[in-house]
């Protein structure tokens, strides 16, 4: 059968029913939200319910949550205006209008009876065919299903969603034995296109796969800091990015997930397991203590760190005070820092017999050994628990991928010099010669080497890089990615600009214009770009080699003039932070499609100068097209690209970049990440086959000295204000002068050379300057804006 979402609905109005009832109205799909009625409202039965606050009143829960979605952080709507398709209601008046949805999410109370009592009601109200689940974090899919109709089961299922669902990717779905294997395929496909989910099939054991093996690592690592006296500062110095684990490494991870979460989850294990597995799930004392004192992480102000007046304390566990914060200090850890290989990294200090050593081989190797024993019982495959791990705890690698980039074979060598057993299936690979889970795109199972599951819309820009490249330099890489298309990929660190980045995008629009259909401008990596090489500015500033960066400018100005102006489409797939440079290579595309996490804005007053690839001129030129370019609407355009421009206003959505002005109607939002390049290219080739011609050189209405005097009264209030340095009045005079066109008469019509050139010479003024080149030291070595 043909299924489709058109409408959803979400019982129970919590943290987690608000936000997933949010990412659902993010994806454009109408969403009613229900809860109970409050115990005060009961009496007004629903045959007294005759007024609109009669049923506000019984809507409180759910309306309330729904107003909170507006004030969280992080934002649980990619834009404030999905709030109209959340409809809000109550489980007594409304319950028969579940039989609208095609898809109803149950998030209430962790409580199976409740759970089993709210599908016995579901079951009687909704539709045939529509589709119902449980975002349960450990209950049972199989239990909740007891005593429900045929159809029910066959449309039933776990959806464990993690938290934030805007942010997380990871979606673990758990069927019961009557789910009907079209009602999986169709969720699979329904997250990853249109929620932009990373779906893993779990089976029905508690806590699924991601939280089972992320709460035995969380314990383990505690137990182990205990045990070898470490601190809790020390403990995260080296559980963080060093072994590719998020920042926030252990202990601040659970400050924020809130240790009452943690020890809730942690309880739904050992409440099922006996022996060994068991004692690991029970918590030690002092994280009982914690709770107890209300101590439960970021939401209470406390947990295993306090900030006081700006300076970071960590608990200790022993006398429950807290104390200065500490990093581990190794010689395995200063060794890391001269290597530039992850995989050197971890082995260099995993395999070290110092302080950092012993702890991550005492932390990492239990992990890896409870993985493997719990993977077939948990999962389907080694791969499902290795994507679980990515994208629902935000590893950089999957426990089997660990094992890999560590040596399988040596890992498995120093685990029998401990005296640990592995389990049948990993010793019967290490005794068969085998070098480890993965190889040349396949991964182990049952014994053999299949291929890696990738999705129809995923392309893999490191893999094609090995086969496809067409021509490269330092900075970036054309790739042919098929059907015609090739893609720019920038190699640079970090993706940022510089002079060969910059040429490789001219030669590479050369190429596409002789060879292809068109080319996208795509990346693989943690951003789409941050912008310019600002070390190498710098340095050329205090050099005061302007001719060379004078040069430099006019280079990146003319690379994005080509974008716009090249004879088949070039089509941009941002992701993540796309600022500075990254904008101003979007801005000219043909057409943007960006993934719906794209944070894009224009961002180089903050290291006190102004856009100098283009950026003011491409903006101004979309809120033309935008606005329009009568004299009222002139002023609004000059007034908006300014303002968006001097304040660095960076989208937190694609959703919002639209409003911003940095997309338009040419644009196409992508809910995951993983599917921009190929939306890109699909759209490349759509463009090609219909007719693409570049767009007409015309010249460009400017605001002239009126707009000018406008534009800095502005500037001159924030100053007055307080809210604005006199070097930023100094780099708003600047902006200004460049996007009203300078002293010209309001209405006068000038080239894009002309924009480019005063954009260009003010750029050049202001990185001479001392103050910015001080802020643009403190964004280097500090990472954040100096005011200065």
Known sequence: ?????????????????????????????????????????????????????????????????????????????????????????????????????????????????????????????RKEGSIVSSNTSGISIEAMSEGRSADFKAHFLGTHFFNPPRYLKLLEVIPVKETNQEVIDFIRSFAEESLGKGVVEAKDTPNFIANRIGTYGLLVTVHEMLRGGYSVGEVDSVTGTLIGRPKSATFRTLDVVGLDTFLHVAKNVYDVTSGDEQKMFDPPGFMRDMAEKGWIGAKAGQGFFLKKDGVIYELNPETMEYEDRKKLKAPSIEKTKALKSKKQKIQTVVFADDRAGQLLWNIISPVLLYTAEKTYEIANDVLAVDEAM?????????????????????????????????????????????????????????????????????????????????????????????????LL?????????????????????VEAEKNYKGLVIGNESKNFCVGANLMMMLMEAQDDNFFELDMVVKQFQQATANIRYSNVPIVTAPFQMTLGGGAEISLPAASIQASHETYMGLVEVGVGLIPGGGGN????????????????????????TFETIATAKVSTSAAEAKENGFMNHRDGIVMNDSFVNHAAKRKVISLFDSGYQAP???????????????????????????????????????????ISGGRLKEGTLVDEQYLLDLEREAFLSLIAEPKSQQRMQHMLTKGKPLRN
């Open 1 to 125: 059968m043909s299924r489709h979402i058109k409408k959803t609905a979400v019982i129970g109005s919590g943290v987690m029913g608000a936000s997933i009832a949010a990412h659902l109205a993010n994806a454009g799909t109408p969403v009613l939200l229900l809860d109970i009625v409050p115990k005060e409202k009961e009496s007004q039965s629903q045959s007294s319910v005759a007024t609109a606050e009669k049923k506000r009143a019984r809507n409180q829960l759910a309306d309330t949550a729904v107003k909170k979605l507006l004030k969280q952080k992080p934002a649980p709507l990619s834009s404030k205006k999905n709030i109209e398709l959340i409809e809000t209601g109550n489980l007594e008046d409304d319950l028969s209008r579940l039989s609208e949805a095609d898809w109803i999410i149950e998030v209430i109370i962790e409580n199976l009876d409740a759970k089993k009592e709210l599908f016995a009601k579901i079951d009687e109200v």
């Open 696 to 738: 007409a050189r015309k010249k460009i209405p400017v605001t002239g000295e009126a707009g000018y005097a406008t534009l800095m009264l502005g500037a001159e209030m924030m100053k007055w204000g307080g809210y604005a340095s006199e070097h930023d009045l100094k780099i708003a005079k600047k902006l200004a002068f460049v």
């Open 489 to 509: 990929k920038f190699t640079s660190p970090n993706n940022s600009i510089g002079l060969d980045v910059i040429q490789m995008i001219n030669k590479s629009i």
């Open 617 to 640: 001129k491409e903006l101004y030129l979309r809120n033309l097209e935008r606005y329009g370019n009568s004299p009222a609407q002139l002023q609004q355009v000059a007034r908006e």
């Open 390 to 486: 990515r994208w629902g705890f935000g590893w950089s690698m999957g426990p089997f991928e660990l094992w890999d980039a560590l040596g399988f074979r040596q890992t498995v060598e120093k685990m029998k010099a401990d005296g640990r057993s592995l389990p049948t299936w990993v010793e019967e690979m290490y005794e068969s010669g085998k070098e480890g889970f993965y190889t040349d795109g396949q991964f182990i199972h049952a014994a053999e080497y299949v291929p890696v599951r990738q999705h129809e819309k995923y392309l893999s820009l490191n893999h094609l890089i090995k086969t496809n490249t067409v021509m490269k330099n330092t900075g970036a890489a054309m790739i042919d990615i098929g059907d015609d298309v090739a």
